[in-house]
């Protein structure tokens, strides 16, 4: 186990990605916090937990909208509460509100920045907070903490329609990069993950027909779309020592996604 009794909390945990995640830290021995938003999202979180329990691993959920400073407080007092501290923490949650530049308001971009970008924030910054005061525990882990962004290809993919989605994960990629040079000396290793096209209800539009696929299926190289466990599995390696050197890196899980595919056939 590469993880044992490590405390991981993973925002946005009740489906897609987080919920993978979440299931692979637990398989590892991490004691989970499967933060979801809403009250209508409750019952995916306890499904998650239910099937994480099954497997002989252990969690609570929580409800914490990650846009929200006290919400994000009370997820980390409530979470060092219950089990003492946290280890790692997984900043995943995120939404897409799509537009033709033009036609964006403005309480689109401040939803997608709030959760996408300002959620990050805030949730680095409190487990920052509880790295600091613990530091290493040698019995758990050799690092003081490890921070793992859900970026994605957009951080380098322009993306049209999608401004305040791209602007997001450019801003992760540069938050990351910031806080993993500033902590780097307290051993703190903060990286990312930059999904390319994973099955999961954010994009349920690019896959759910034939056509679609086929239509995505010409961005990625490696001819297939990927699934949740690819990030689960990307998401342990970086939570765990034997990626004890990473450190302010993003690691592209995307089947060639960001291979430029239209370069194939000689542009
Ligand atoms: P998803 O819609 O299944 O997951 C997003 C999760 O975020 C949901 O569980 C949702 O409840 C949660 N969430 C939304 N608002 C929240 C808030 N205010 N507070 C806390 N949680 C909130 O989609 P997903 O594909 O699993 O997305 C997870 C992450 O992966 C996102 O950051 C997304 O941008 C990123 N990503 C996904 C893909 C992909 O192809 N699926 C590609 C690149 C990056």
Request: hydrophobic share 45%; with cysteine; net charge negative.
């Amino acid at each position: 186990m590469k993880l044992q009794n490590q405390i991981a909390i993973i925002t946005g945990a009740s489906s897609g990605i987080g919920k993978a995640v979440a299931k692979s830290l637990a398989l590892e021995g991490a004691k989970v916090i499967i933060n979801y938003p809403f009250e209508k999202t409750k019952a995916d979180a306890q499904a998650v937990l239910d099937d994480i329990k099954q497997a002989g691993g252990d969690g609570i959920i929580f409800q914490a909208d990650v846009s929200k400073e006290t919400d994000v407080q009370n997820m980390f007092a409530a979470t060092i509460q219950q089990f003492g501290t946290v280890d790692i923490l997984v900043n995943n949650a995120g939404i897409q509100s799509d537009a033709p530049f033009e036609e964006m308001t403005l309480d689109k971009w401040n939803a997608v920045i709030g959760v996408n970008l300002t959620g990050q924030f805030l949730c680095a910054r409190e487990a920052i907070k509880e790295f600091l005061r613990r530091g290493i525990d040698e019995t758990k882990s050799v690092a003081a903490g490890k921070i793992i962004c859900m970026s994605s290809v957009h951080q380098i993919i322009p993306w049209a329609g999608h401004a305040n989605y791209a602007a997001s994960k450019g801003g992760i990629n540069m938050l990351m990069q910031t806080l993993a040079q500033e902590f780097a000396p307290k051993k703190i290793r903060i990286n990312s993950i930059c999904p390319g096209a994973i099955q999961t209800p954010i994009n349920h539009n690019a896959w759910a027909t034939p056509e679609a696929l086929n239509s995505l299926l010409t961005l990625i190289p490696y001819k297939r779309i990927g699934q949740p466990e690819d990030i689960g599995k990307a998401a342990v390696w970086l939570a765990s020592d034997e990626s004890d050197y990473v450190c302010g890196t993003s690691i592209y899980v995307d089947g060639g996604m960001t291979l430029f595919p239209g370069f194939t056939t000689n542009g």
